[in-house]
């Protein structure tokens, strides 16, 4: 294995090269569509769950961003000050411009997510994890314990994410011609290394700056969040494909999952607040 510095710093160079495809497949449809100030890309059961989490009146922190669509849909459902946070240059652009030029008060900033500033720590109700951010990152226990860092303490991380059962099974450009069939280990101690780009927007293939993708198993994302003093609060799971790699599987129609999704609070107990207290008179026998 090589550092953590190296595979962000690998991924980073990836995702700029990729950029500028994605964005001449969507980025006029996204201008288009943000023009509504009521428009949201959240569909069920993702919208749904954050109804009832409620997002009205929050601060919100998007950790890897991306071009900003999702926290935008936040900021149009109510939110109050809504951050995100993202490690592409080209993503980061984009997302500014499109706040800017659709009058959306969103911040955006292009960092390392393990290198989040201190300024932003203790301040958010919520901190909100998209499709595709954990396999991007090497160190998961390190990327919630930023989280954990960033939420007030009782805020919620709101996860919707790809299944892990997901990365055994094919993709729909492989060549393996059954989605059903396992392909690949589900404990994987390396990183996938990829160099044919990750347009998964427009579809196309590239050679590429080499790209690193790390797959978490459950007991991985579940033991990191214990590691960083968030509670689990709700898992679901479900039959629903959001990687835009796996319909063929979705459409076998076995009910497997292929996506979740996860809220975790913080539970950080400061010194000044101890579990409990001795009476100030205890009684004779204690």
């Not at 939110?79 to 800017?100: H, L, P, T, W, Y």
Request: with cysteine.
């Amino acid at each position: 294995m090589k550092s953590s510095a190296f595979y962000i710093g690998a991924n980073r160079l990836a995702w700029d090269e990729a950029m500028p495809r994605h964005q001449a497949k969507n980025q006029s449809k996204w201008d288009d569509r943000f023009q509504n100030p009521d428009y949201y890309v959240f569909e069920n059961p993702e919208l749904e769950k954050l109804n009832e989490l409620g997002i009205s009146g929050k601060d919100i922190a998007h950790v890897c961003c991306n071009n900003g669509v999702e926290l935008m849909s936040l900021k149009n459902l109510g939110a109050n000050r809504c951050v995100g946070f993202d490690f592409s240059e080209m993503a980061i652009s984009e997302a500014q411009r499109r706040a800017k030029a659709c009058g959306i008060s969103c911040e955006f900033f292009r960092t390392d997510v393990y290198e989040i500033e201190d300024r932003f720590y203790g301040i958010f109700d919520i901190v909100y994890v998209s499709i595709g951010c954990f396999g991007w990152l090497p160190d998961l226990e390190k990327l919630f314990k930023k989280i954990s860092s960033l939420l007030k303490k009782g805020g919620v991380l709101f996860v919707y994410e790809q299944h892990p059962f997901v990365e055994m099974l094919p993709t729909d450009s492989g060549s393996e011609s059954d989605p059903l069939k396992i392909v690949e280990p589900y404990f994987r101690t390396e990183p996938f290394e990829d160099t044919h780009g990750i347009d998964y927007v427009g579809g196309t293939v590239y050679d590429s700056k080499p790209n690193y993708w790390f797959v978490w198993t459950l007991s991985d994302i579940f033991m990191s969040l214990k590691s960083a003093s968030l509670q689990l609060d709700t898992f679901y799971e479900y039959p629903q494909d959001i990687s835009a790699e796996h319909q063929r599987t979705e459409n076998a129609g076995v009910q497997i999952p292929l996506s979740y999704i996860l809220t975790a609070r913080s539970v950080v107990y400061t010194p000044q607040t101890p579990i409990f207290s001795v009476p100030s008179n205890p009684p004779k026998w204690w």
